[in-house]
């Protein structure tokens, strides 16, 4: 890496400070790698379980109650305020893991990109015969191109100086398609919105 030719670099010249910043260079580098690696581990055992389990009934409503207190802690942290709607029970035809995964992926995108202070707010509801997520971020406005490339893998937001490989959204729209759904984002009222939808599991059918 590029680092690391600064590191022999500054080794030859036995410049100490230099040395120091580039093992921090490389830490840097290694932690990145390690993310992306999960990434792609992750995507494997999400698909795995979306082959396996697409027809179990899932209480979507239930899922995101539960990330959000996953990452009650974190959103504590950075004094940003939370709330949530949540109408439940809302059933989809999805593994628990693969809306885990989802949610997970969404609320840790938000906390990111939201500001120390700001806020986050969970919604949750039918509308008609889908199911909708919205999970809402106070962020600065973003063009219409950011808001749809955003999706796309090793695509990110370079303005916001976020550390990352851009492979998140990236999946979370992988399994939201396996899942005959949908996801997109908006800007909305001071932020953004990300919308997930999927058809709902009536109780006829269940």
Same mark, same amino acid.
Request: hydrophobic share 40%.
């Given at each position: 890496? !590029? %680092?690391?030719?600064?590191?022999?670099?500054?080794?030859?010249?036995?410049?100490?400070?230099?040395?120091?910043?580039?093992?921090?260079?490389?830490?840097?580098?290694?932690?990145?790698?390690?993310?992306?690696?999960?990434?792609?581990?992750?995507? &494997?055992?999400?698909?795995?379980?979306?082959?396996?389990?697409?027809?179990?009934?899932? +209480? /979507? %409503? %239930?899922?995101?109650?539960?990330?959000?207190?996953?990452?009650? *802690?974190?959103? @504590?942290?950075?004094?940003?305020?939370?709330?949530?709607?949540?109408?439940?029970?809302?059933?989809?035809?999805?593994?628990?893991?693969?809306?885990?995964?989802? @949610?997970?992926?969404?609320?840790?995108?938000?906390?990111?990109?939201?500001?120390?202070?700001?806020?986050?707010?969970?919604?949750?509801?039918? *509308?008609?015969?889908?199911? !909708?997520? *919205?999970?809402?971020?106070?962020?600065?406005?973003?063009?219409?191109?950011?808001?749809? *490339?955003? @999706?796309?893998?090793?695509?990110?937001?370079?303005?916001?100086?976020?550390?990352?490989?851009? /492979?998140?959204?990236?999946?979370?729209?992988?399994? &939201?398609?396996?899942?005959?759904?949908?996801?997109?984002?908006?800007?909305?009222?001071?932020?953004?919105?990300?919308?997930? +939808?999927?058809?709902?599991?009536?109780? +006829?059918?269940?």
């Amino acid at each position: 890496s !590029v %680092a690391a030719e600064i590191l022999r670099e500054k080794t030859a010249k036995n410049d100490t400070a230099g040395i120091e910043k580039s093992i921090t260079a490389i830490e840097s580098e290694i932690a990145c790698l390690d993310q992306l690696t999960g990434k792609i581990l992750e995507l &494997t055992k999400t698909e795995l379980t979306l082959v396996e389990d697409i027809h179990t009934v899932t +209480d /979507l %409503a %239930a899922e995101g109650k539960a990330a959000a207190e996953r990452y009650s *802690e974190m959103i @504590f942290k950075k004094k940003i305020g939370f709330t949530e709607k949540i109408s439940g029970p809302v059933p989809v035809s999805a593994p628990p893991q693969a809306l885990q995964s989802l @949610f997970d992926i969404l609320f840790d995108n938000a906390i990111k990109y939201c500001a120390d202070g700001r806020t986050i707010r969970l919604s949750i509801y039918t *509308e008609g015969s889908r199911a !909708v997520a *919205e999970l809402f971020n106070t962020s600065a406005p973003h063009s219409e191109k950011t808001l749809t *490339e955003i @999706f796309k893998p090793f695509v990110r937001n370079e303005s916001e100086r976020i550390p990352g490989y851009g /492979l998140g959204l990236a999946l979370a729209t992988h399994i &939201t398609r396996n899942l005959r759904g949908s996801i997109r984002a908006e800007n909305v009222n001071g932020g953004i919105c990300f919308f997930i +939808d999927f058809p709902l599991v009536l109780e +006829d059918t269940i």
